[in-house]
């Protein structure tokens, strides 16, 4: 879960786009899919067309809806995003994650999807 306007967010997503291709010539797949919480879609594309190199996202219908969904994930109704759900290949949440990624949280990432 991100938004346009999180500087958190906006600044993780290169990480987390190399640690997919380098996972990934590591023999490690996952997939990655952004959610916005931006308000409109029109936001989004707009942020899209100022950073080309954004990867494509989707977006929570009713922003709204933010908090109850953050607390039935387990990391609570006033948590900040950026959010982070890992699921497993078989529909099994692993870890959900509040706050930013850095490059020093690569090793927990790389326990999580079981690379280590």
Known sequence: MWATWCKPCVEEMPHLSQWQKDLGGK?????????????????????RERHPDAPASLRLADPD???KWLGAIGVGESAPIPVHVFVDPDDRVRCVRAGGVKERDLTAVRQILGSN
Do not use: I, Y
């Open 27 to 47: 023999g490690v797949r996952f997939d990655l899919v952004f959610v916005s919480v931006d308000d409109s879609d029109d936001v989004v594309t707009r942020f």
């Open 65 to 67: 809806a933010l908090p």
